[in-house]
């Protein structure tokens, strides 16, 4: 699918009726909650129904299941993701009719029109980022418009339409669509090999978030994390361009440089030099070091840093990022989105503190390697990182968009487990929650990993043991 181009964005006002064809993604139904908010008329469709179907209906959308070229109706605009296929009757309809057709991040752009839109890019860490700035700069009074790819666990919410002129947002590298935003600031928070599938190599990634830091409005604002390299020299790149640049983490030198990381549980306490201390509500180093990126957008926007701060203290997670699940039999369930082997050992890393200051007990990982792609191209750096847990439980690749490849399962990762941890590979679905029950033990901490449908067994896993 050919993207619109850049230079073709309208603000959201003239895109007239937008239908939206697969509504119910958390990116699209975010984006069709804003336009709703704005009195955009909208309507759309999904494969299956949902409660995101039924919040949109509720806002006044016209939702349909499942899709027909008359769902379309009298729509101007049609609204499409990556992952529509070009056989879909809706949109082979629009484009009959000469519809407008745009990509998600083309329409989320249109709502950016007019905005200080601040975007947050990286390869990891951005929805939580995007999520605690989000809750940041409602406790600083600015009460901005967001879109997140995720859903803060307070509201439930991963979009809605603010009051201020400030328009945070995820902007999304994996198919390239966040060349689409034109930021008054952005954040990178780090740059690694990832989505080869569409890019083919590192290199190719390295250009295109060079080719983001060249969007940023001119005298705007780039935030980076000064200890990932790349992202630094994102940084020099925009002082060329005349960008004001702010880095932020525990290198030396960094403007904003966090020190004394000490975990509190599900929680941390640390400093932000020059700022003061943080204490926050979600567990890792790396959250430490989002908060400090929040900070930095902050200060660009002009906003009170003691309110930020107690924003920062308040800000209660975001689904799906070492999200608690609940406790059944002395064991702890808890679910996370990490499906690189960096992110893998980020939240690892957290939960062994976590375990550690609670007075011990196992980890459990549950790890559903995401796309055959990722799982041939990281499957060593996977079995490494599940090196963390004491038990790896690893399921088979959860295919999404691609089809399977010869000889590439989740048998790949689990064979690279080093020794020292027992590593289980369970190729059957429905066997996974007995599997975990036999292994878990009172203490214990199980977490599911994974950007698939692995979600779904948090829920199993807890009722399966609470009946053991």
Not at 271 to 280: K, N, S
Request: charged fraction near 20%; glycine fraction near 12%; aromatic fraction near 6%.
């Amino acid at each position: 699918m050919s993207l619109i181009s850049p230079g073709e964005i309208l603000p959201a006002d003239e895109l007239g009726r937008v239908h939206f064809i697969a509504i119910g993604g958390a990116g699209m139904s975010g984006i069709a909650r804003v336009m709703l908010k704005r009195g955009i008329a909208v309507s759309g469709s999904d494969a299956k129904d949902s409660d995101l179907l039924a919040q949109l209906t509720g806002l006044g959308a016209d939702v349909f299941v499942g899709h027909d070229a008359a769902h379309v109706g009298d729509a101007d605009t049609v609204v499409v993701s990556t992952a529509i296929r070009d056989t879909n009757p809706e949109l082979v309809a629009a484009r009959e009719r000469g519809l407008r057709v745009l990509h998600r991040s083309a329409a989320l752009a249109a709502l950016m029109v007019g905005r200080r839109a601040v975007a947050v890019a990286g390869t990891h860490g951005k929805t939580t980022t995007t999520s605690m700035l989000t809750v940041a700069l409602q406790h600083a009074g600015a009460d901005p418009s967001y879109c997140i790819g995720g859903q803060l666990v307070t509201t439930g919410l991963g979009a809605d339409e603010g009051t201020g002129d400030v328009f945070v947002a995820e902007a999304d590298e994996s198919d390239g669509s966040f060349l689409m935003y034109t930021p008054h600031i952005a954040v990178v928070t780090n740059v690694e090999a990832d989505h080869l599938d569409n890019y083919g190599g590192f290199e190719k990634v390295k250009e295109n978030f060079a080719r983001f830091v060249e969007r940023i409005e001119p005298g705007g604002t780039l935030v980076v994390g000064a200890d990932d390299p790349v992202a630094m020299e994102l940084g020099e790149q925009g002082r060329a361009r005349g960008l004001t640049v702010r880095t932020y983490g525990e290198a030396e030198g960094a403007d904003l440089r966090v020190t004394g990381f000490t975990p509190r549980g599900l929680g941390s306490a640390f400093e932000i030099e020059g700022v003061g201390a943080v204490a926050l509500r979600v567990p890792g180093r790396h959250n430490a070091l989002n908060s400090a990126a929040v900070v930095a957008v902050a200060q660009a926007l002009g906003c009170d840093l003691a309110a930020v701060r107690e924003g920062l203290t308040a800000f209660g997670g975001a689904m799906r990022r070492l999200e608690p699940k609940g406790s059944a039999n002395g064991v702890e369930v808890f679910d996370s989105y990490a499906h690189h082997p960096t992110e893998l050992t980020a939240d690892l890393s957290a939960t062994r503190d976590y375990v550690e200051q609670k007075g011990g007990g196992r980890i459990v990982a549950v790890f559903q390697p995401h796309l055959y792609s990722r799982t041939r191209f990281f499957a060593a750096e996977f079995g490494e990182a599940l090196g963390l847990a004491e038990v790896a439980v690893v399921l088979d690749v959860y295919g999404a968009r691609e089809d399977p490849e010869p000889g590439v399962t989740g048998k790949l990762v689990s064979d690279a487990v080093p020794a020292r941890t027992e590593a289980v590979y369970a190729p059957v679905w429905d066997d996974v929650p007995a599997t975990i029950t036999a292994l878990a033990r009172p203490g214990d901490v199980v977490i599911t990993l994974g950007a698939g449908d692995v979600t779904r067994l948090g829920p199993m896993i807890l009722e399966r043991i609470a009946a053991s």
